[in-house]
């Protein structure tokens, strides 16, 4: 998200600075499918949790979908990119 943002001269020293800016600038304007508005909110929600619990347990399958999520999430960031730049 940041490696778009920063097209646009864009960056914040938060997660969710980013996260929203994304959001309203991307994907709220269909520039990228809604999907990935999905994908941000659960793998931010897992790093926090992560974070911030104590005991914070992530089942295999749910790893695997995660790991998944992100490869389509970078997929997506990439071909913009390579749009944008060409």
């Known amino acids: 998200m940041r490696a778009v943002l920063v097209l646009d001269g864009f960056d914040s020293k938060k997660h969710s ?12 304007t269909n520039a990228f499918n809604k999907e990935l508005s999905l994908i941000i909110k659960d793998l931010f929600d897992i790093r926090n ?9 992530i089942s295999k399958e749910e790893t695997e979908k995660q790991l998944e999520d992100a490869r389509k999430f970078c997929n997506e960031i990439e ?5 944008v730049w060409e």
């Open 17 to 28: 600075g980013i996260i929203s800016r994304f959001r309203e600038t991307y994907i709220k």
């Open 49 to 57: 949790e992560a974070d911030y619990e104590d005991f914070f347990l």
């Open 79 to 83: 071909s913009y990119l390579k749009t």
